[in-house]
């Protein structure tokens, strides 16, 4: 449900950046969405194409890279992704502790014409 | 065709606002608590007992979709408290919450944020808060760790409210305990029942205990 707005602020800081270099069209936006965040990524490109409409950044391609979480076995150290209702490791079955990865969400770059 | 590499944080307009409301909170020596929760999982009643439970003055910021039923229910109880209405919006943001911070007369003490009924939207904008509460009950289920993550990631308590209700239902307190642990080591765990008042005297003391330290670290 929150998509609506960070699209919003997505949306700002395309055409703010854009605006500072002079920049007539943005063709391409690459942002960055760790699993942990929840933010679904149609929902992002649907409020996009929305709330691009009419400005530098109207018709851009929005390319998302997710990043998986990601976690240590606290037994064998195996580096795993979670599965549905666990986090323990496959390999060993012991739990598993959260790796700081997963939570990002930032604009990456944006390719102009 | 140029790439353009430009790495921002897309929330950082929120992040900004939230850092000023850091600062004023801290100016008027505040600790903030923002309680995060499903619909129902019974954030009002558990601020209400915590309230009553703590030593220190304490006030609510209220946010709610569209009603007041909340904060009148604060009010009644002359607890200093400032309704926010989010218009629809899933989440409070650190906007809403500095207009909220700037219009609530209330100095020295606790302040709890009630944000929105919602696991996942609140749980990603940060409010100038000094930590986020999440709290869980017996009612929804064991799995929320699994199906939440990002909430009990972030969170510096852990509440498991409704725990009366423990044996009418299924709820396996290894497995919530187990999932939460692998995602967050350090976040102590509490449990209470906002309708029988068990387990607040523990919590209120933590609580009280925090507001000392954060008293004296200024």
């Given at each position: 449900m929150h998509e609506l707005s960070v699209t919003q602020s997505l949306v700002d800081m395309v055409i703010e950046e854009a605006q500072k270099r002079n920049l007539k069209k943005v063709t391409k936006v690459t942002v960055v969405i760790g699993e942990?965040?929840?933010?679904e990524s149609e929902s992002i490109k649907f409020y996009f194409d929305v709330l691009s409409?009419?400005?530098?950044?109207?018709g851009a391609e929005l390319v998302f890279k997710i990043v998986k979480a990601q976690f240590k076995c606290r037994q064998c150290g195996n580096i795993f992704e979670r599965t549905n209702f666990t986090f323990n490791c496959p390999v060993c079955g012991a739990t598993g502790v959260l790796v700081d990865k997963g939570k990002e969400f930032y604009m990456e770059s944006i390719e102009v014409e | 065709m140029d790439e353009i590499v430009i790495i921002r944080d897309v929330l950082e307009a929120n992040n900004n606002v939230a850092h000023e409301n850091k600062t004023i909170k801290d100016e008027r020596n505040i600790l903030m608590v923002n309680i995060i929760g499903s619909p129902g999982t019974g954030k009002t009643s558990f601020i209400l007992r915590a309230i009553e439970n703590l030593k220190v003055p304490c006030a609510v910021i209220e946010g709610d979709v569209t009603s007041d039923i909340d904060a009148r229910k604060m009010a009644e109880r002359n607890i200093p408290v400032v309704q926010i209405n989010?218009?629809?919006?899933?989440h409070l943001n650190a906007g809403s919450v500095n207009r909220a911070l700037k219009s609530l007369s209330f100095d020295n003490g606790i302040v709890f944020i009630e944000n929105v009924g919602n696991l996942i939207c609140p749980s990603g904008f940060e409010l100038g808060e000094d930590f986020k509460l999440a709290l869980a009950n017996v009612t929804e289920g064991d799995d929320k760790p699994y199906k939440y993550p990002l909430l009990f990631t972030k969170a510096k308590a852990v509440v498991l409210n409704k725990i009366d209700m423990l044996p009418y239902f299924e709820f396996d307190k290894k497995f919530f305990y187990d999932g939460i642990r692998a995602l967050n080591q350090e976040v102590p765990f509490f449990e209470v029942s906002a309708r029988t008042g068990e387990g607040f005297g523990e919590f209120a003391k933590w609580l009280e205990e925090k507001y000392y330290k954060f008293r004296q670290s200024k």
């Open positions: 942990l965040t929840g933010l409409e009419n400005t530098v950044a109207e | 989010t218009g629809g919006s899933c």
